[in-house]
């Protein structure tokens, strides 16, 4: 019998969250049958579809929230159609484990009355929701607790977690107090089959010798406006010859592109908004150099940004600010800024690449081997199968257990029956 699978995502629709899909699409064909429960939008509004096999729910979703209020509403009707969806899929398909994908951290609250009838929960923890919050507000108040509150509670009613590197598996150790066998990495590595370079198209440097290039979600932290001053500042040293295009979409877009024109960067810098995977590679592959602005801050630090492993995996030198996760992942691929000079700096160390073509192309083939060797999806899906394993390991052991007690207390009753005696 094919074990079946539910997985639960509130914050994208799926298969536009490609470490979802690639999660999916992974254990569908190692065996599991798979069923994905997300939100509309993003361009994918069908109630229900099914591709490759898996089955796609997609419920109702409000405006994203772009304030705590903001989310109270978006998560509290999230949470209202993930219930009614997930009691119609258990009844309609019926599954053996559940998946939830942070964030935010309070999808253990759908999969509690499932673990009452023996179906498992995986936390599959994308984002460190404490820091994620002070990277946004920047204060330790009410709604900062909560945050704290629903990651222990989330720990606590998991029986796996999976994480996206290293000091989130510390995470989960240490402040969730798991047994390291019940966390697994599972790096959200680019899938090279599909994310690879394409012929550069030099008119996508808008008549200029040099792009610099950058994807990723257009929000308060990722530090698009520290990269509007770095584009400034390099303005004011008098070069023309560059051109920055920043590829994405988000809720800070429209304010971004405000600071494009406040600042006079029209004809240097370009926002293309959410644009499909064939225009974006064809940008990346063009860029002579790729960057990553995210603002210096303890929720960076120790998360690891898909877009680093996907400029590397199309051979792109990479400017970012130092970060341990960062570092880790882009090794000699990268330059690292200063903290503290920021645009400065950074501006320095782009121009510093622009001029010497050599080691642009010895930190990208760099950078493109070690995500070969080990950072694409396909080095990620053992620990994905083995997190899966340990789930249902985990219930026959208990199972297992369970038949051993109740035989032990059949035994010693059939004992007293005979002697007399005490059990």
Same mark, same amino acid.
């Given at each position: 019998m094919k074990r079946k699978i539910l997985i639960i995502v509130e914050n994208l629709p799926v298969p536009f969250d490609k470490r979802v899909w690639k999660e999916a699409a992974s254990l569908q064909q190692s065996g599991y049958e798979v069923t994905v429960l997300c939100p509309r939008g993003k361009g994918y509004e069908q109630r229900h579809e099914v591709i490759d096999g898996i089955h796609i729910y997609r419920h109702p979703l409000p405006r994203e929230g772009n304030t705590p209020l903001g989310y109270l509403h978006e998560y509290g009707w999230a949470l209202f159609w993930e219930f009614l969806y997930t009691w119609w899929i258990y009844l309609r398909r019926g599954f053996h484990a559940i998946q939830g994908c942070n964030p935010p951290d309070n999808i253990f609250l759908i999969a509690l009355p499932f673990k009452l009838l023996g179906i498992k929960y995986i936390f599959d923890h994308h984002d460190a929701n404490p820091e994620l919050y002070l990277s946004k507000y920047g204060r330790k108040g009410l709604l900062y607790r909560a945050q704290i509150w629903l990651e222990k509670l989330t720990y606590r009613f998991s029986d796996v977690v999976m994480c996206t590197n290293g000091s989130y598996r510390d995470l989960a150790v240490t402040r969730g107090r798991l047994d390291p066998e019940d966390v697994f990495i599972v790096r959200n590595g680019p899938d090279l089959k599909t994310f690879k370079p394409v012929r550069p198209n030099s008119a996508l440097k808008h008549g200029k010798p040099y792009l610099v290039g950058y994807v990723g979600n257009m929000s308060i932290q990722e530090g698009l406006d520290i990269l509007l001053d770095i584009a400034l500042h390099i303005k004011t040293l008098g070069r023309r010859d560059i051109h920055f295009t920043c590829v994405g979409g988000g809720p800070g877009?429209?304010?971004?592109? %405000?600071?494009?024109?406040? %600042?006079?960067?029209?004809?240097? #810098?370009?926002?293309? &908004?959410?644009?499909?995977?064939?225009? $974006?590679?064809?940008?990346?592959?063009?860029?002579?150099?790729? *960057?990553?602005?995210?603002?210096?801050?303890?929720?960076?630090?120790?998360?690891?940004?898909? %877009?680093?492993?996907?400029?590397? +995996?199309?051979?792109?030198?990479? #400017?970012?600010?130092?970060?341990?996760? &960062?570092?880790?992942? +882009?090794?000699?691929?990268?330059?690292?800024?200063?903290?503290?000079?920021?645009? +400065?700096?950074?501006?320095? /160390?782009?121009?510093?690449?622009?001029?010497?073509?050599?080691?642009?192309? /010895?930190? &990208?083939?760099? &950078?493109?081997?070690? *995500?070969?060797?080990?950072?694409?999806?396909?080095?990620?899906?053992?620990? $994905?199968? +083995?997190?899966?394993?340990? *789930?249902?390991? %985990? /219930?026959?052991?208990?199972?297992?257990?369970?038949q051993h007690t109740y035989r032990r207390k059949a035994d010693q009753g059939r004992h007293i029956a005979t002697t007399g005696g005490d059990a």
């Amino acid at each position: 019998m094919k074990r079946k699978i539910l997985i639960i995502v509130e914050n994208l629709p799926v298969p536009f969250d490609k470490r979802v899909w690639k999660e999916a699409a992974s254990l569908q064909q190692s065996g599991y049958e798979v069923t994905v429960l997300c939100p509309r939008g993003k361009g994918y509004e069908q109630r229900h579809e099914v591709i490759d096999g898996i089955h796609i729910y997609r419920h109702p979703l409000p405006r994203e929230g772009n304030t705590p209020l903001g989310y109270l509403h978006e998560y509290g009707w999230a949470l209202f159609w993930e219930f009614l969806y997930t009691w119609w899929i258990y009844l309609r398909r019926g599954f053996h484990a559940i998946q939830g994908c942070n964030p935010p951290d309070n999808i253990f609250l759908i999969a509690l009355p499932f673990k009452l009838l023996g179906i498992k929960y995986i936390f599959d923890h994308h984002d460190a929701n404490p820091e994620l919050y002070l990277s946004k507000y920047g204060r330790k108040g009410l709604l900062y607790r909560a945050q704290i509150w629903l990651e222990k509670l989330t720990y606590r009613f998991s029986d796996v977690v999976m994480c996206t590197n290293g000091s989130y598996r510390d995470l989960a150790v240490t402040r969730g107090r798991l047994d390291p066998e019940d966390v697994f990495i599972v790096r959200n590595g680019p899938d090279l089959k599909t994310f690879k370079p394409v012929r550069p198209n030099s008119a996508l440097k808008h008549g200029k010798p040099y792009l610099v290039g950058y994807v990723g979600n257009m929000s308060i932290q990722e530090g698009l406006d520290i990269l509007l001053d770095i584009a400034l500042h390099i303005k004011t040293l008098g070069r023309r010859d560059i051109h920055f295009t920043c590829v994405g979409g988000g809720p800070g877009l429209p304010g971004l592109r %405000k600071l494009v024109q406040d %600042k006079n960067l029209e004809e240097m #810098v370009n926002f293309t &908004g959410r644009i499909p995977d064939e225009q $974006l590679l064809e940008i990346l592959s063009t860029a002579d150099v790729c *960057v990553n602005p995210d603002r210096p801050c303890e929720m960076n630090d120790i998360s690891t940004m898909i %877009k680093i492993m996907e400029y590397m +995996a199309l051979g792109k030198p990479i #400017v970012q600010f130092d970060s341990k996760e &960062g570092r880790f992942s +882009a090794k000699e691929t990268s330059l690292y800024a200063d903290k503290l000079d920021q645009v +400065a700096d950074f501006a320095n /160390r782009i121009l510093w690449l622009l001029e010497r073509p050599e080691e642009r192309q /010895r930190m &990208g083939e760099f &950078g493109r081997r070690r *995500v070969e060797k080990e950072l694409a999806w396909e080095h990620s899906v053992e620990n $994905l199968l +083995a997190a899966y394993d340990r *789930v249902f390991s %985990k /219930r026959r052991r208990s199972t297992d257990l369970t038949q051993h007690t109740y035989r032990r207390k059949a035994d010693q009753g059939r004992h007293i029956a005979t002697t007399g005696g005490d059990a």
